[in-house]
């Protein structure tokens, strides 16, 4: 019989790569938390309106979403981000009206997309969402965050901040309107999806990833250009803010954000260790969503930290902390049945007393060589020997596998002792 694949661009994370991922988002929620935002958890599918309502002209809607019908004929989909989904469950809770919450929440995502290094059809994220404050100040905060995020995984050096500003509504449609009529010259430069992006969503023309569409672009309108004054007011602020953290950041005027929802400030965390997936986060304003889902008006920001593009970074740059495996402490070694039901109970007894202790029984009935190569393999200090002779004498005997020591035989009280005083805290 043929084996069963997983879905293609579904992926596994085996027990050492997970490793990376604990490390990372261990070091993400003590980071969104020491600025004072709540966690938030919501549910993978949602009714796909939530995400056709928000970002009609999206290549997302369009061509990504893993949209079915379930069995009450509704149409539901696949959460593709999570922006929209926290709108609605802040929005479904109230919390939007009671207070001015910050959060943060983490999970998988999926998109129908070709798999890349660093993009899989199920990926996760990281993110945090503001609601209800105005100014630039809380912009500049979750760019704070964020940046104090990358000191804390020792990746400041590897990533550089762009930052940009795509105004209001009517900055977007004017500034639209003379973009195309730059490019409808030189449409026959165009492929036939550049040519689409241009009539469904022409500001996404701007990030094309095409050297020779980035060398056009130089001699495009900007849309910096086109900023009412309170949008432009904004960005000023928000730039004097960041100088005054000692931020660095690079203004890009070709900066927007895939989906509709956007506005005003738009900025992105980038890499040049990754290849052409070079953002590892990304966000920015979104002042009109809530009330397009339904909410009251209210103003809104966030960003979203692609977890497979930050495992890629983490690892490239070889931080020793992603390779200490979460190793067994202590290995009991048993010979027959007998040894392997006192293992058992003594096991239970030492972790009462040292709840942070990794100890692992043997259940096997291999040979005494090979139980002693399973212990070396798990990364354990000590291996805890319970064969005949023990039994008799209601004693254990303890090797240390990491020094060159000879092999102590103890009771329970002794041998709690001295793992208490090895691995101390």
């Known amino acids: 019989m043929a084996k069963i694949r997983s879905v293609r661009g579904m992926n596994d994370i085996p027990p050492k790569e997970v490793l990376s991922w604990v490390y990372a988002e261990e070091i993400i929620r003590s980071t969104f938390s020491s600025y004072g935002y709540q966690e938030i958890r919501f549910p993978v599918v949602e009714s796909t309106e939530l995400f056709s309502r928000s970002n009609q002209a999206s290549d997302m809607v369009s061509k990504e979403m893993y949209t079915f019908e379930d069995k009450g004929g509704d149409s539901i989909s696949l959460r593709p981000e999570g922006t929209a989904s926290c709108v609605r469950a802040c929005i479904d809770n109230d919390l939007i009206r009671i207070d001015s919450p910050r959060l943060w929440y983490n999970g998988p995502m999926f998109r129908y997309e070709r798999p890349q290094k660093g993009r899989s059809r199920q990926f996760h994220q990281s993110s945090v969402e503001v609601f209800g404050i105005h100014g630039p100040e809380i912009d500049a905060e979750i760019i704070q965050l964020s940046s104090r995020l990358w000191k804390k995984l020792g990746i400041e050096e590897n990533v ?53 569409i ?15 004054e309170e949008s432009e007011n904004h960005f000023r602020k928000l730039i004097n803010i960041l100088e005054m953290l000692g931020i660095s950041y690079a203004v890009n005027p070709n900066l927007v954000r895939g989906l509709d929802y956007y506005n005003k400030t ?54 020793s902390k992603l390779v200490e495996d979460q190793s067994v402490d202590c290995f009991f070694v048993c010979f027959g049945d007998e ?3 006192k293992a058992m109970v003594l096991a239970e007894q030492i972790r009462d007393r040292i709840p942070n202790l990794n100890l692992k029984v043997n259940l096997g009935s291999e040979s005494a060589g090979s139980q002693f190569k399973k212990a070396d393999k798990s990364g354990a200090r000590f291996a805890l020997v319970l064969g005949d002779t023990e039994l008799e004498d209601k004693v254990i005997s303890c090797k240390d596998l990491r020094e060159k020591s000879e092999q102590e035989t103890m009771d329970i009280e002794s041998l709690i002792d001295k793992l208490e005083n090895s691995f101390k805290k």
């Open 160 to 212: 550089y901040l762009e930052i940009n500003s795509i105004g209001n509504e009517n900055t977007r449609l004017n500034y639209t309107k003379d973009l195309l009529e730059f490019f409808a010259p030189l449409r026959e430069n165009l492929d036939d999806d550049l040519v689409r992006k241009l009539h469904e969503n022409p500001l996404r023309i701007l990030d094309s990833k095409s050297p020779e």
């Open 214 to 228: 980035q060398s056009l672009l130089k001699g495009a309108p900007k849309i910096t250009d086109y900023l009412d």
């Open 266 to 319: 738009v900025f992105e965390w980038k890499t040049s260790s990754l290849g052409s997936q070079d953002t590892v986060c990304a966000g920015g304003r979104y002042d009109n969503l809530i009330e397009e889902l339904g909410g009251k008006a209210c103003p809104a920001i966030g960003f979203s930290i692609g977890m497979e593009r930050l495992i890629l970074l983490l690892q490239d740059s070889g931080d």
């Open 339 to 341: 040894s392997i039901l």
